[in-house]
């Protein structure tokens, strides 16, 4: 055992999504250990944006000032043509966050790890490092996880949240990430560093044909967060040392002033290639259930990927305090099934999104220019392609909202010769 005491929930790997999930467990009464095999607590990368079905439960979780304090709130989200510079279409953040009740927020992953580490080190969860987990049991009563150095320990559930190469996931799946070719390039430094003038007041998103851009304030502004993001060449060739720094500057060579004048800023030293996987619908097995990247590692367009982790962790807590009497056992069964109902589909539908997302964002040509004419007749206030992803986060599936705002249905061309409605 990695440690006398027993817990009701072991949880995988102490990234977000199982920091978070711990913490939400652990509020609820139940006693937590997380299991991490770095050798300490801690968040690789720069930048992350959060937006409003996350910040929402970061209020339920009365952590969201401490975000705040942390992050950055932006006043706009704007979209452009990383080839020519012109604005394609924008979010006002202000007017977001009153139509959704909380705010769309950019944050240093590791503060927003930070947050949730201080938040389960105050609930009492049982924090394990140098614990790497290399199988898993059911038995009579909950489940068994094997650590690679002979150890072993068991709960009434496990939960795997042990990310894109999760060992759980084999349980479930007989599947492997998705290379998608791309690659991204990282940087997070002082505001000083950024060698023009930058409005960090906004997130902005350069699109450009197999490229883009990402830009944004940290850290109260002290920090500026760039992404570049490129299809490999080398990827596309079948080559195994892909992604590599030589191919970054060529990948940017034809954009604009502002998008090349971020470009030498970028980390060299390391960047991470781009892999998801297909969705999957069935997350648990017995007593062992995935969460975050381990269930449903996405393509990072649509920026939900923490958020969806953080989600399933509020999910699969508020069911299994509905299904417990106060401080007894819960109904473990009925909540394992209540979260597989609802969140696989979510999780689908925004894997499959993120995949076209990214599409018509690296489009060239014509097509490139069909979608900016789209993009640009967009108004900025309509936020009908957004409410499936930023309202409240559903329970049950009913409560999971249409991914679309109904197409009105008195158009000509839904008409038959007779002149009735499609019903
Ligand atoms: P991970 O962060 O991968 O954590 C898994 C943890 O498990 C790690 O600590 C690991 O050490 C541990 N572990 C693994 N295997 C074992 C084992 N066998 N035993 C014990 N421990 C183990 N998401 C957003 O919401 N917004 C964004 O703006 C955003 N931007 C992104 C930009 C980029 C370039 C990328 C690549 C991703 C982005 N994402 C974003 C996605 C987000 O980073 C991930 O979805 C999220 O971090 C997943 O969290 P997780 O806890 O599920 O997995």
């Not at 012109?86 to 950019?106: K, S």
């Not at 044909?209 to 967060?225: A, I, Q, T």
């Not at 329970?395 to 061309?413: G, K, N, Q, R, V």
Request: hydrophobic content about 45%; overall charge negative.
């Amino acid at each position: 055992r990695t440690s006398a005491s027993p817990v009701d929930v072991l949880i995988v790997g102490g990234g977000i999504g199982g920091l978070s999930a711990a913490f939400a467990l652990a509020r609820e009464g139940l006693r937590v250990r997380v299991l991490e095999r770095a050798d300490e607590f801690g968040e690789v990368g720069a930048g992350l944006q959060i937006a409003p079905n996350c910040t929402r439960i970061l209020h339920d979780y009365g952590l969201l000032d401490e975000a705040k304090d942390l992050g950055v709130l932006p006043g706009s989200m704007v979209m452009r043509d990383a080839v020519d510079g012109g604005e394609l279409t924008r979010l006002d953040l202000a007017d977001l966050e009153r139509e959704y009740g909380f705010p769309y927020m950019v944050i240093h992953r590791s503060d927003l790890h930070g947050i949730f580490l201080r938040a389960c080190r105050r609930t009492g969860v049982d924090l394990i490092t140098g614990a790497r987990v290399s199988g898993y049991e059911n038995t009579a009563t909950g489940a068994r996880v094997l650590l690679a150095d002979g150890r072993a320990d068991e709960a009434r559930v496990v939960i795997a949240a042990d990310g894109l190469h999760s060992v759980a996931r084999g349980l479930l799946a007989d599947d492997e990430p998705v290379s998608s070719s791309y690659v991204a390039y990282r940087a997070a430094i002082p505001i000083e560093q950024a060698g023009r003038e930058v409005d960090l007041g906004e997130v902005s998103v350069h699109v450009g044909p197999r490229c883009h851009f990402v830009c944004y304030g940290l850290r109260g502004g002290e920090m500026l967060n760039q992404v570049a993001v490129f299809q490999s060449p080398k990827a596309l060739a079948g080559e195994a040392d892909w992604g590599t720094p030589d191919e970054l500057d060529d990948a940017f060579a034809a954009t604009c002033p502002d998008v090349q004048a971020g470009i030498p800023l970028m980390w060299r030293d390391r960047w991470w290639r781009m892999f998801d996987r297909d969705p999957i619908m069935t997350w648990v097995d017995g007593n062992i259930a995935l969460l975050g990247d381990a269930a449903h590692p996405p393509l990072q367009y649509m920026a939900q990927g923490a958020v969806m982790a953080i989600e399933d962790g509020w999910v699969l807590a508020k069911h299994v305090a509905a299904r417990r009497a106060a401080n007894g056992p819960a109904d473990w069964q009925g909540a394992l099934a209540a979260y597989e109902a609802v969140r696989p589909e979510h999780c689908r539908r925004v894997l499959t999104t993120a995949r076209a997302w990214g599409e018509l964002w690296h489009l060239d040509g014509v097509a490139r220019l069909q979608r900016n004419a789209l993009l640009r007749a967009r108004d900025t206030y309509d936020y009908s392609f957004i409410d499936w992803i930023y309202g409240p986060t559903a329970l049950t599936p009913e409560e999971e909202p249409p991914m679309f705002a109904p197409i009105p249905l008195d158009s000509a061309d839904v008409r038959d010769p007779a002149g009735r409605s499609d019903p």
